[in-house]
């Protein structure tokens, strides 16, 4: 292609842009029409190139009949756009293109991107000590789980890029997602894999720009097999930060690299962060981890006690679980306080001495009341053997107190619907929701059925005091 014919395509789009310019938001125009490139003008087509398959699609969905009326105020009628997907081989280092539409197997001439510069050496941020191995996967954070090692194991060659993980403080998403690099390193499926925060980027940002090496921090960045950027929500506001991390990005997702990010709030409620990077953060798959639940909590204390050759006791563990309940560092937290003055003052670790621990931390201790302990007393009130709870007995008065047993629990214990169901002989959850709502209306329809189910209630909190 000469140079007439490159300036001819160039002017063609140009205007076909201006047009487009005009009819949209001039963030849509921004975040969607910018980063297309003209290629070819043949017979009645214009080729242009797109960052991805997505990119595509979504312009395609969204903006066909703004595109087909300044093709045709530009052009005439009958033209027509043929979108081609940029994509780098990294043997032949050279930028490829695929035609969506028509498969065409031509490359365009003259674009070829050199990649031939020595790559800088990637420093090792990750904490080794974050894998999968250790994290307690817990129906909490089941999906985010299965999803990063999903990523870890296959980066960048899954629908899951970005993969965004948000949730609050001290629930494991720095823990999480460093497992990803971590495994992604020692299964040899990324070489280059960097983890940094949000804030440190920033830092570095700045840094480049007084230092005038901006050019050097931006192709570090770009040169990942896997960026693992943490608490994005801290680059809010910062205007330049974000535009830099908008191309690095983009540059990244093109060459179908692995992009990994944590949040405190998923994408769409991010405030101050520029909708074009709001929306590439929503490409890939946005996964919550939540806090624990009691047999999560219980399961890292265990595992704690295990990493550190520790003896606990039981009781022990599941008292700090079930008072310790808003995230997994307090939990932490808590656990290495316990030791620490086990140690200091040379005491046993017991009941007495944990509950010492937690008066610093928990303002309402509570000794955490069983549901077998709740199958027990209702079990007596109602004279039933208490094993008939676990029975498939279906008579009114064993169904009955059955049910008053499992309101009971779901009320006292921070047991899940699942665990409940299990003590209950093997109920599924289902049976348990249908349980409890039974209770419920029959507790707004019948005083004394109220009366005895808050009777129970009182009873079994005071032993738990």
């Known amino acids: 292609m000469d140079a007439e014919q490159t300036l001819q395509i160039n002017e063609t789009w140009a205007r076909c842009s201006l047009i487009i310019k005009e009819r949209v938001p001039s963030q849509t125009f921004k975040t969607w029409f910018e980063p297309i490139v003209p290629i070819e003008l043949k017979e009645n087509k214009l080729i242009v190139g797109v960052p991805s398959q997505f990119f595509y699609e979504w312009v395609e969905e969204h903006y066909s009949s703004v595109i087909a009326a300044s093709l045709e105020e530009v052009l005439g009628q009958g033209f027509r756009l043929i979108y081609q997907v940029v994509r780098v081989n990294e043997e032949n280092i050279e930028t490829e293109f695929s035609d969506i539409k028509t498969n065409m197997s031509n490359k365009p001439s003259g674009i070829s991107v050199s990649l031939k510069e020595q790559l800088p050496p990637v420093e090792n941020t990750l904490n080794p000590r974050y894998t999968f191995s250790n994290f307690i996967m817990g129906e909490s954070n089941q999906l985010a789980r299965a999803a990063a090692l999903a990523v870890a194991n296959n980066p960048g060659k899954t629908s899951f890029n970005p993969f965004v993980i948000y949730g609050g403080t001290g629930l494991g998403k720095t823990h999480l997602i460093q497992a990803i690099g971590n495994q992604a390193l020692s299964a040899g499926v990324a070489k280059r894999v960097v983890y940094i925060s949000s804030e440190r980027f920033t830092i570095e940002f700045v840094d480049a720009i007084q230092s005038d090496t901006i050019k050097n921090f931006s192709s570090y960045y770009r040169s ?12 809010s ?82 008292f700090l679980a079930a008072n310790v309940t808003s995230n ?76 008053v047993a ?14 409940i169901g299990l003590h209950f002989g093997g109920r599924d959850h289902s049976t348990v929701i249908h349980a409890l709502q039974t209770v419920e209306d029959q507790i707004k329809l019948d005083s004394k059925f109220r009366s005895v189910v808050d009777y129970l209630r009182k009873n079994i909190e005071s032993i738990s005091d």
């Open 237 to 318: 506001g910062k205007e330049k930060t974000q535009d830099s991390f908008f191309h690095t990005f983009n540059s990244l997702h093109q060459l179908g690299k692995q992009i990994v990010l944590s949040s405190d709030k998923p994408p769409k409620n991010l405030k101050g962060l520029d909708e074009r990077l709001i929306s590439r953060f929503q490409w890939g798959l946005t996964a919550d981890v939540q806090a624990p639940d009691l047999e999560t909590r219980i399961a890292i204390l265990q595992q704690k006690c295990e990493e550190d050759h520790v003896y606990i006791p039981q009781e022990v563990i599941n």
């Open 406 to 419: 499992m309101f009971i629990s779901k009320e006292l214990t921070n047991c899940s619907l699942k665990t």
């Open 224 to 235: 990942m097999d896997v960026l693992i950027v943490d608490d994005i929500q801290f680059l």
């Open 328 to 403: 997994i560092r307090e939990l932490e937290g808590t656990y290495i306080s316990l030791i620490a003055k086990s140690s200091l003052e040379n005491k046993d670790i017991d009941i007495l001495l944990a509950r010492d621990v937690l008066r610093s931390i928990v303002s309402d201790i509570r000794t955490p009341v069983s549901v077998e302990k709740i199958q027990k007393i209702v079990a007596e009130y109602f004279n039933i053997p208490v094993d008939m709870f676990r029975a498939k007995n279906r008579k009114q008065e064993v169904a009955s107190a059955r049910m």
